[in-house]
C-alpha cells in the first residue's frame, strides 16, 4: 500500500464512521428481511434484496479499509521499533568506546 492509498482510506474512514455503517447496515438487513416477508410480490423482493446486498458489500468494503489501515499501523510501528533499536545499539557503543578511551587515558597518566 502506498501512501496515496492510505491517505484514501483515511479519507473514506474520516467521512464515514465504519460503526455506524455495520449499525445502519444491520437495522436495514432486519427491516429487509421483515420487508422480504411483508411484500410478496417478486419484483419488491428483488429490490430488497439489492439494497440488502449493497450495505453489506459497504459493510464489508468498510472492514477491509480499517484491516488496511490497522495493517498499515502495525508496520510503520514495525519499523519505529527496529530503527530506535538501531539508534539505541550505536549510542550504546559510542557510549561504552568513550568510556574506553577515557580508562585507556587514565592508565596511560597513572603508569607516568
Do not use: F, H
Not at 419488491?44 to 490497522?70: F, H, L, P
Amino acid at each position: 500500500m502506498n501512501g496515496g492509498d492510505y491517505m484514501l482510506i483515511q479519507k473514506k474512514k474520516q467521512s464515514i464512521n465504519p460503526a455506524a455503517a455495520v449499525a445502519t447496515g444491520a437495522i436495514l438487513g432486519a427491516g429487509a428481511v421483515l420487508a422480504g416477508k411483508i411484500l410478496n410480490d417478486k419484483k419488491n423482493r428483488e429490490k430488497v434484496t439489492k439494497v440488502a446486498n449493497e450495505i453489506k458489500s459497504q459493510v464489508t468494503g468498510y472492514i477491509e479499509d480499517m484491516q488496511k489501515v490497522a495493517d498499515k499501523k502495525k508496520t510503520d510501528g514495525k519499523e519505529k521499533l527496529i530503527q530506535g533499536k538501531k539508534e539505541l545499539k550505536k549510542v550504546t557503543e559510542s557510549s561504552l568506546d568513550s568510556t574506553q578511551d577515557k580508562s585507556a587515558d587514565v592508565k596511560k597518566v597513572s603508569n607516568v
